[in-house]
């Protein structure tokens, strides 16, 4: 298995730019989701999915979009790009909760982000 | 909210000693805690989590963790540290669903 994987790996964009960061998962897991690392602040939640046409948002929304159209699959929608979103963005998945059972997450090898 | 806290910024240990990294929570209702670990421009992974029961947890690569109830404590520790140890650590708390709730990390350096 591929696990996590995220494109592309660095981006520098202008100000105002779109852009989409992909991911995709190849364990079948329903629950996924995008961070967002900044020096200092840990990881923050930016939006997640529980499945297929499932998203909801987390701690730090704005700026971002996501859609989930397949369970394999959970792009991050940058509309009109900022300094402030330069940062490093992470895409994790885990297995369904639901049951109410406790997974960890596993994480993407990272996309770095630089807006000007 | 659940939340966590690693007061730490930086833990310097020698190799072969012992090796700590702290962390707090708050929590309303059971608390579900996990260590994951970044090595350098890497992605975050998992090292071991706390459900229930057993207030030792035993995880990869020789780390365990000590969950303390009454002092809210979810120390990760390591009996003898190796250079390769040298990495950010995060604890982290569910916090409703499948979300985790990230500290703030710790550098760990580990002194040959």
């Known amino acids: 298995n591929a696990g996590v994987t995220q494109t592309p790996k660095f981006q520098v964009l202008k100000t105002g730019q779109s852009m989409t960061l992909q991911c995709a998962q190849d364990m079948n897991h329903e629950y996924m989701s995008w961070y967002r690392q900044d020096p200092g602040m840990g990881l923050r939640l930016i939006h997640y999915s529980v499945g297929a046409g499932i998203t909801d948002q987390g701690e730090v929304p704005n700026g971002y979009n996501v859609s989930r159209s397949t369970t394999e699959d959970f792009p991050l929608r940058l509309l009109s790009a900022a300094p402030s979103q330069t940062s490093v963005y992470f895409c994790?998945?885990?297995?369904?909760?639901?049951?109410?059972?406790?997974?960890?997450?596993?994480f993407g090898p990272g996309t770095r982000l630089t807006v000007t | 909210a659940q939340s966590v806290a690693q007061p730490e910024d930086q833990v310097n240990v020698a190799e072969g000693n012992p090796l700590t990294v702290k962390c707090t929570y708050s929590?309303?209702?059971?608390?579900?805690l996990f260590w994951y670990v970044q090595y350098p421009n890497r992605g975050l992974q998992f090292l071991l989590k706390y459900i229930t029961g057993d207030n030792l947890v035993k995880g990869s690569y020789g780390f365990e963790a000590e969950f303390n109830k009454s002092q809210t404590s979810f120390h990760l520790k390591k009996p003898s540290a190796l250079v390769s140890d040298s990495a950010l650590y995060f604890c982290a708390v569910r916090d409703g669903g499948n979300r985790l709730a990230f500290g703030k990390g710790n550098q760990v350096v580990v002194i040959p």
């Open positions: 929590v309303s209702g059971n608390p579900y």
């Open positions: 994790a998945s885990s297995r369904d909760h639901r049951g109410g059972s406790i997974y960890e997450q596993y």
